[in-house]
């Protein structure tokens, strides 16, 4: 006699409620990864295998996976392990092909001012370095690809946020917050809303030593871009004087419109 699945849940075209129907691995991939979200400079081996007690040769396999899909990356020089830009979907080609274009540009801004160049795009609610073109000074402002930095404190994040709808950017402050990162970080959302108006009417936005206490940076969006973007130059505050910050941004400017002309004409051509 076949056996009565009358009560299966699945062939009822749903699930028990009841039942556990979660898989090991992927409970484990979903602890990985809310380690990583919860971490600003990034994890360790040995944080992954303290919090999920698994051995650290299964830890190590795990992030080495998630590294191959680029849901993880590792730092080389620290060892530690960053979300990754796979988290951006569907956009991951339309970044590939602006970082290839960026890259030429930004090495010309870094060779011509001498200072870190960089690239990053709006994901979630934070600020994602796509590429950084540092500094050859032994005393440089340069984060890492990959790392994320808040909306409110950065440059590239007030570049973005001056062309998005007040209610989006509303929205990604209510949930990131605004921590003082310094003590000229704007932590009010009023506050933040007027500078944007100053970034719309400037056409650049500077980050005047809000981030980190000693560094300066200015930037300027990539408008027409399939994701949200923006190009920066940063440096130490002693050596990137307000002063300097028009002639940057002029620069930075230009630049900004090769970088966006070039991804129009490659789509054009491949549609052609």
């Known amino acids: 006699m076949p056996a009565d699945r009358s009560q299966d849940p699945e062939d009822a075209g749903g699930f028990a409620e009841d039942r556990d129907y979660s898989l090991r691995a992927v409970d484990r991939v979903c602890a990985i990864l809310d380690l990583l979200q919860q971490s600003v400079d990034g994890i360790s081996l040995n944080t992954v295998v303290d919090a999920t007690g698994m051995p650290k040769s299964s830890a190590y396999r795990y992030l080495w996976t998630l590294e191959q899909h680029r849901y993880v990356e ?68 340069a984060a890492s690809r990959g790392d ?78 399939s994701v949200p973007a923006a190009i920066s130059l940063s440096a130490p505050a002693a050596r990137f004087p307000a002063k300097d910050v028009g002639k940057a941004a002029k620069a930075l400017l230009d630049v900004a419109t090769q970088i966006v002309s070039r991804p129009r004409a490659r789509n054009d051509d491949d549609a052609a």
């Open 148 to 225: 994320r930095d808040p909306l409110h404190s950065t440059a590239i994040g007030k570049a973005i946020a001056a062309h998005l709808a007040e209610d989006r950017v509303r929205d990604v402050l209510d949930r990131s917050g605004m921590p003082r990162r310094s003590a000229n970080t704007i932590t009010s959302i009023e506050e933040y809303l007027a500078e944007l108006d100053n970034v719309r009417s400037l056409g650049y936005a500077v980050d005047n030593l809000e981030n980190e206490a000693d560094g300066r940076c200015v930037a300027v969006p990539l408008l027409g871009t």
């Open 74 to 141: 590792r730092d080389d020089e620290s060892g530690l392990f960053r979300l990754g830009l796979g988290f951006l979907g569907m956009q991951s080609r339309h970044l590939e092909l602006l970082r290839e274009c960026a890259r030429p540009w930004l090495e010309k801004l870094r060779d011509e001012f001498g200072e870190t160049a960089n690239l990053g795009v709006l994901d979630s609610d934070r600020i994602i370095y796509v590429d950084i073109i540092e500094s050859r000074r032994g005393v440089r402002l």
